[in-house]
Antibody, heavy 124, light 111 residues
Framework: EVQLVQSGAEVKKPGESLKISCKGS????????IGWVRQMPGKGLEWMGI????????RYSPSFQGQVTISADKSISTAYLQWSSLKASDTAMYYC?????????????????WGQGTLVTVSS | QSALTQPASVSGSPGQSITISCTGT?????????VSWYQQHPGKAPKLMIY???NRPSGVSNRFSGSKSGNTASLTISGLQAEDEADYYC???????????FGGGTKLTVL
């Protein structure tokens, strides 16, 4: 079974750093793009960016460029989303997603599966 | 990169059909047949319902269908059921460096 399992909920203070994870299993991790999606409380889905673990090609939405870092460790089939200095406005659910077609030139088939989500709460 | 435009809400009665639109540009929806639709129930992760404009993943009811005309994609749900009440999001591949863009979401209410 293809699965993405995310790390657990986090409670942090403004200014702190954070790295959350997304472990893929049941498929060739290096062959599929992995993306990150933010959902603020009561709001819609926002595209943050995506990485191709095969060659670490990484793209960011302009809204998130410079605000977060997306990375991947092929050796443990895990993608990461990290912040160097959290703000209260980073409070949200974060989902990792896998593009459903394989290969670096893959554009289609949508995102499936989705991770279960990681709730990040930033509060003083 | 602007989000794709969806109506904030739609509603319908059980058994009826509804359509949700998703409007983009020639750089995303209009330029590629790579539009997807996701269903999200409260407190749950989104679920892929339609990919590549009109294709259903295995296990998705054939009451869900997708189409596209120009820069606007549409999701149609026929034979509305109470369990269809959820938020629906479209997304599309985009030629911009970000590679993907999402819609703002539409809340479906089954009356």
């Amino acid at each position: 079974e293809v699965q993405l399992v995310q790390s657990g909920a986090e409670v942090k203070k403004p200014g702190e750093s954070l790295k959350i994870s997304c472990k893929g299993s049941g498929y060739s991790f290096t062959s599929y793009w992995i993306g990150w999606v933010r959902q603020m409380p009561g709001k819609g889905l926002e595209w943050m960016g995506i990485i191709y673990p095969g060659d670490s090609d990484t793209r960011y939405s302009p809204s998130f460029q410079g605000q977060v870092t997306i990375s991947a460790d092929k050796s443990i089939s895990t993608a990461y989303l990290q912040w160097s200095s959290l703000k209260a406005s980073d409070t949200a659910m974060y989902y990792c997603v896998r593009r459903a077609c394989s290969g670096g030139s893959c554009r289609s088939k949508g995102f499936d599966p989705w991770g279960q989500g990681t709730l990040v709460t930033v509060s003083s | 990169q602007s989000a794709l435009t969806q109506p904030a809400s739609v509603s319908g009665s059980p058994g009826q059909s509804i359509t949700i639109s998703c409007t983009g540009t020639s750089s995303d929806v209009g330029g590629y047949n790579y539009v997807s639709w996701y269903q999200q129930h409260p407190g749950k992760a989104p679920k892929l319902m339609i990919y590549d404009v009109s294709n259903r993943p295995s296990g998705v009811s054939n009451r869900f269908s997708g189409s596209k005309s120009g820069n606007t994609a549409s999701l149609t749900i026929s034979g509305l059921q109470a369990e269809d009440e959820a938020d629906y999001y479209c997304s599309s591949y985009t030629s911009s460096s970000t590679l993907e863009v999402f819609g703002g979401g539409t809340k479906l209410t089954v009356l």
